[in-house]
């Protein structure tokens, strides 16, 4: 089993920064991918970023390419995700995850089978 608590969720203006942390638990979490998602009043959850467990290689949706950026921080058990230029589109409930996904399912919900409480992040315009 592997805990997850996500944090650093709030209020901030359009144009403005927030740093979300996943804080991890229990098993060896460098084994682990970690992904982010994030969920927007009415939709389904959507896949945001993924990093690898080496941190070496990361993945973003086409929407926050350039102003998101996922690190981590192994010894820590900590991954981070830093959003700038923050939109009122990127408002929604934050999700860290961690999971042994392929490339090919590295955006996929279903190949994460742990999952942080949830952060909630509001852009005002």
């Known amino acids: 089993q592997v805990q997850l608590v996500d944090s650093g969720g709030g209020l901030v203006q359009a144009g403005g920064s927030l740093r979300l942390s996943c804080a991890a638990s229990?098993?060896?979490?460098?084994?682990?991918?970690v992904g982010w998602f994030r969920r927007a009043p009415g939709k389904d959850r959507e896949f945001v970023a993924a990093?690898?467990?080496?941190?070496?290689?990361?993945y973003y949706a086409d929407s926050v390419k350039g102003r998101f950026t996922i690190s981590r921080e192994n010894a820590k058990n900590t991954v981070y995700l830093q959003m700038n230029s923050l939109r009122p589109e990127d408002m929604g409930v934050y999700y860290c995850a961690a999971g042994v996904p392929t490339s090919r399912t590295i955006m996929i919900t279903t190949a994460y089978p742990y999952w942080g409480q949830g952060t909630q992040v509001t852009v005002s315009s």
């Open positions: 229990g098993r060896t979490f460098s084994n682990y991918a």
């Open positions: 990093v690898l467990w080496s941190g070496s290689t990361s």
